[in-house]
């Protein structure tokens, strides 16, 4: 069932400042890059060594306040966007649910979450920030047509010869692209480059400076509604709460 996907245990060819920690199957990459952080800095990248997922977690410093440094979310998924979007087949495009789900072709595949040291606030500057992402590569089949038409695996998608750790890799210089970008010209465009690729229903929306969704009104009626960045990232809705994987 996994003969496409290729996990090695040789390092990933990951850029300068990154610095990487494999774990086995059995690891968290997000719990275990959360736990170094404080210790580890930034640029410390987990990856774990899965057949079944693309499972990472890098930890970042940032130099701004919480309120802003959770714009970090939108950062993060571009590049993970990006990464996959390098592998997939023409004919598949990615796109995004607010604020952290990621999908190819419509086809929920899994998503990204954001942490930072519990009790820093709003004001305050956090210690770190550890961004993760899970990618289902490959997934158990089942007998039932439609059953579940709009979860999914990359394999499932058409991909050939998935390589997780060159999707790390991708999503490695990606993200240090979104930075450079973010630092010189301001987070605007890295915002328009989200809602470029977020899922239909979803585009007649802004991001306010907070990372807020403001959702655009339409003629008539009131303005436009503002949606939580804080709330939605604490739900993660892509993940599975009893098992912690993305739904399928």
């Excluded at 571009?78 to 990621?102: E, G, K, Q, Y």
């Excluded at 007649?204 to 807020?212: E, P, S, T, V, Y």
């Amino acid at each position: 069932m996994f003969q496409h996907v290729s996990v090695t245990d040789d390092p990933i060819d990951l850029p300068p400042p990154y610095s990487l920690i494999m774990l086995r199957e059995s690891g968290d990459a997000f719990a275990h890059a959360c736990a170094i952080a404080e210790e580890r800095g930034a640029g410390t990248l987990v990856w774990v060594r899965r057949q079944d997922m693309v499972e990472f977690a890098v930890v970042l410093e940032p130099e701004i306040p919480l309120a802003q440094a959770r714009l970090a979310i939108y950062a993060g998924m571009n590049a993970l966007a990006d990464a996959l979007a390098t592998h997939a087949p023409p004919s598949r495009p990615v796109s995004f649910d607010w604020p952290d789900a990621i999908r190819v072709d419509g086809v929920l595949v899994g998503g990204g979450r954001l942490a930072w040291p519990e009790g820093t606030g709003e004001g305050e500057i956090p210690a770190w920030v550890v961004f993760s992402a899970m990618i289902r590569t490959s997934a158990v089949r089942v007998d039932e047509a439609g059953l579940r038409p709009l979860f999914g695996a990359l394999d499932e998608l058409g991909f050939e010869a998935i390589d997780a750790g060159g999707i790390v890799a991708n999503f490695s210089r990606h993200l240090m692209v979104g930075f450079d970008e973010w630092k010189e010209t301001g987070f605007a465009p890295l915002a328009r480059r989200w809602l470029d690729r977020v899922s239909p229903g979803g585009r007649d929306a802004r991001i306010a400076d907070n990372g807020d969704r403001l959702v655009q009104a339409t003629p008539g009626q009131v303005p436009a509604t503002r949606q939580n960045l804080a709330e939605a990232l604490a739900s993660c809705s892509w993940l599975d709460p009893a098992t912690e994987m993305p739904w399928l």
